[in-house]
């Protein structure tokens, strides 16, 4: 089936997935027309780079909202890389605008202003010769005024692709998958440590890196835990140790906040730590004086650690599994909580960042994704 389903793709390099052939009357030729293929043109030349790349997890952070809505990152992720590797596809390039209104046939909604924009690509046809073929991408603005691509040609190829590549890669260690369910609906604590162990499997297996569930502690009150980093006791919060991969949790805070209502506070605190565990794996590490490209001062680790957090939240309420407003509570308690002291320096060797340093990060990772993480993967 899976074959099948890629070999339908790869027919005129449908390897997008975004061929419709639905048209609509286009708009007059006046400034304001200029002004949406000129955005139109520049979003879409980012997106088809990063296609090209196989960046695929940061493309789909450029994908239109109501897209992501309904199309869920491993779905979206796993049918580019495979159809990508099937048709041996090159970069693509643009070869016109098209101001339009555009109807998405997934939903049949329909976007005004929206632009066509034709390319071509390299692939490698059936007997192993590269020849090219033309597609088009399909663009609309959202709310903020980004413009943002569409995925799918039909509601049965979005779901075939999600029947095909939805989780099918979450946790082969364990029992882990990408929730459907809020993460309050059960044990809180397990739901969140399950959903970003499946997510973050997800998004690195399409990448050159290879992923490891990360150890989780949780340290109750009174104790003390002897971590290869050094102890843990109460009154620590939480912290992730790299020497023996685990993340240290204290049990009296995350009581604390889920006590008071503020659940995703806590779980920000475990999304934070987890994002140290990913940045491990990719060979990131602290230092007071970086000299590799791997080496990052201890504040840049950790305002993209806040931005990847935010990359999870996003798609976990696109998921349905935390409510729109959630993210307030991980900013709220950021702003009050987690920032630094005036005395510690911008380039202390442990700097996390100012409160609103650590707000900036965690909402552009939830607003932009990958991009404003500073981070390709």
Known sequence: MRHRFLAILAVGIMVLGMVVPVRAQTTATDATTLQYQAQAADAARTILALA??????????????????????????????????????????????EVLDYIWPVTGQTYRPAAQV??????????GQQTYVQDAIYLAPDSSGT??????????????????YGSSNAAPQGDSTVLDTPLTQGDFLVNTVNDLD????????????????????????????????????????????????????????????????????????????????????????????????????????????????????????????IDPGDIEQAATFAIQMLGDPSYIGEYDEQAHGTGEQRVSALMGGYNDGFLACNLLI
């Open 118 to 127: 034709t390319f071509v690509q390299p692939i490698v046809d059936q007997n």
């Open 147 to 164: 413009w943002g691509w569409f995925f799918g040609n039909s509601a049965e190829m979005v779901q075939n692709a999600i029947d095909t």
């Open 52 to 97: 090209g790349a196989r960046d695929f997890n940061t493309m789909y952070d450029l994908m239109h909202p109501d897209s992501q809505a309904i199309a869920p990152r491993a779905a979206v992720v796993g049918l580019f890389d495979a159809a990508y590797t099937q048709a041996q596809a090159g970069v693509p390039q643009i070869i016109a605008v």
């Open 198 to 321: 499946a997510f973050w499997r997800d998004v690195i297996n399409y990448t050159e890196y290879s992923y490891q569930s990360p150890g989780v502690v949780i340290v109750a009150e009174g104790d003390t835990v002897q971590s290869a980093c050094g102890p843990a006791s109460t009154g620590f919060w939480g912290f992730y140790c790299p020497v023996d991969q685990k993340m240290y949790l204290d049990e009296k805070l995350l009581d604390d906040l889920r006590d008071q209502g503020y659940y995703f506070a806590a779980a920000f605190v475990i999304a934070h730590e987890w994002a140290h565990h990913v940045q491990s794996g990719i060979g990131l590490t602290r230092t007071t004086a970086p000299t590799q490209w791997n080496e990052v001062h201890s504040i840049e680790l950790e305002l993209m650690a806040d931005c990847m957090a935010g990359v999870w939240a996003r798609d976990a309420e696109g998921r349905g599994v």
